[in-house]
DNA sequence: ACCCAGGGTCATA
DNA sequence: TATGACCATGGG
């Protein structure tokens, strides 16, 4: 008897997790971001892009006065696609924006959001062409404070390295396992994930005693 | 020259 | 429902 269990996706580990996380890096204060509006055009430029990129384009935009709904739903799409083409994919994303942005209005402007109920904010802007659960919970969690898990690549990638997951998981179904483990708080959310992107940056010097190392050595 | 980056949609079987 | 193709820039 008293063999040891194996590890399994449980509030303890993933509470240790976060500990050993916060240990390693501290808190990362996101997202960068000068209003909320940014933060959602941030979302979804930063689909499958690296942050830097992001960040060109978006001071591309606010060099124009253009970081406004209005602005944006008024530049053609081929001036759109200029100024965030640093971002990569810009003809997507200009289509993405430019819905985004009319969904906002659709709803009856920012000031609206603020009053929808989570699960029906969720599930409208998941209505939205080019916004997908990531881009959605991003917006959710950064720019409007609700307690959503955001999963992302890097999220899987380390649940993977430390076994607790298969691989084949759908999002949601990553997201329910650690909401179910975690208070519904939306800042332990935010800290958490933006944790998660720290420590997939972290170079690992395979000595075993790096930061990389020490979150992702083995549970007890 | 190749690979990846704070994803998502669409056509096809 | 489940793959695969596609979108595109910039840094390592």
Not at 84 to 110: A, E
Not at 135 to 146: C, E, K, Q, V
């Amino acid at each position: 008897m008293n063999e040891k269990l194996p590890v399994s996706f449980n509030r303890e580990i993933i509470l240790e997790l976060y500990q050993r996380l916060m240990n390693a890096y501290g808190p990362q204060n996101w997202w960068p971001a000068d209003s909320d509006f940014e933060v959602m055009v941030g979302a979804v430029l930063t689909q499958n892009t690296a942050w830097k990129n992001v960040e060109r384009a978006i001071a591309n935009l606010k060099h124009e006065n253009k970081l406004r709904i209005e602005e944006i739903i008024k530049l053609p799409d081929t001036a759109l696609a200029e100024l965030i083409r640093p971002s990569g994919y810009f003809n997507v994303k200009t289509r993405r924006l430019k819905n985004l942005c009319h969904w906002v209005q659709s709803v009856g402007g920012i000031d609206k959001l603020y009053e929808m109920g989570t699960i029906e904010f969720r599930d409208s802007l998941l209505a939205v062409n080019g916004v997908g659960p990531e881009t959605a919970d991003d917006i959710l969690l950064y720019a409007f404070n609700r307690p959503v898990f955001v999963i992302d690549t890097y999220t899987r990638r380390l649940l993977s390295s430390l076994g607790l997951v298969n691989g084949d998981e759908t999002y949601e179904s990553l997201q329910n396992k650690f909401e179910a483990c975690l208070d519904s708080d939306y800042q332990v959310f935010n800290e958490y994930h933006a944790l998660i992107v720290r420590h997939a940056k972290q170079k690992c010097n395979r000595t075993g005693e790096c930061d990389h190392c020490l979150v992702e050595r083995p549970f007890n």
